[in-house]
């Protein structure tokens, strides 16, 4: 296998596709990121106000989820989006649709979110029967009931969501490679 699929993906014609690729699963990753957010400072504030750096003097809690948020994930949202172009539509296999790679993708944030919530009252049950929390203590800066869920939810997606993203890139390169 030579490296024309490299010549191809870096092709002029290829440089929209690449744009729209980039800006929709950088989009997609920042909204769900934004939700996850908002979701957990409803759960509980103090893990953003109380142990998170200030970035801009935002006193609006909702504002300041979205914040975090988005700087958190712009960068790797637009690597993620850049890798998902290249597992699309690089290489020899008939390109993936941008829609259907884009819908495949938010169809899995879905399933992650659900397992990190879901693992976050988990670890919460878990630490009220008197077992501790699902991580080692030391990753807990306090042991209040709201702490231990959000900590443990965004411990899991520091993990979980590297892992999905990959995975998924790798499946749709290798379904591409088998349909050449």
């Keep these: 296998m030579g490296l024309g699929w490299?010549?191809?993906?870096?092709?002029v014609e290829?440089?929209?596709?690449r744009a729209r690729f980039v800006l929709t699963f950088a989009g997609l990753v920042i909204g769900w990121?934004?939700?996850h957010?908002?979701?957990l400072m409803h759960v509980e504030p103090r893990?953003?106000?109380d142990y998170h750096r200030d970035l801009l003097p935002i006193t609006n809690l909702s504002l300041l989820a979205v914040q975090y948020a988005v700087v958190a994930t712009t960068g790797p949202g637009l690597v993620f989006g850049f890798l998902a172009h290249a597992a699309c539509r690089g290489g020899y296999g008939q390109p993936?649709?941008?829609?259907w790679?884009?819908?495949?993708?938010?169809?899995?944030m879905v399933v992650i979110e659900i397992v990190l919530l879901s693992l976050g009252?988990?670890?919460?049950e878990r630490f009220q029967a008197g077992l501790g929390p699902l991580y080692p203590t030391g990753l807990y800066p306090d042991f209040t009931d709201g702490i231990i869920l959000t900590q443990t939810v965004n411990i899991s997606a520091y993990l979980l969501a590297p892992l999905s993203g990959a995975l998924y890139l790798t499946a749709l390169w290798w379904w591409r490679r088998r349909r050449a």
Excluded: C, M, Q
Aim: aromatic share 14%; glycine share 12%; charged share 15%.
């Design 121 to 124: 009252h988990w670890s919460l």
């Design 14 to 17: 290829e440089r929209p596709w």
């Design 6 to 11: 490299i010549t191809r993906l870096s092709s």
């Design 47 to 49: 893990h953003f106000t």
């Design 37 to 39: 957010d908002l979701y």
């Design 101 to 108: 790679g884009a819908a495949g993708f938010g169809g899995l």
């Design 33 to 35: 990121a934004v939700l």
């Design 96 to 99: 993936v649709k941008l829609k």
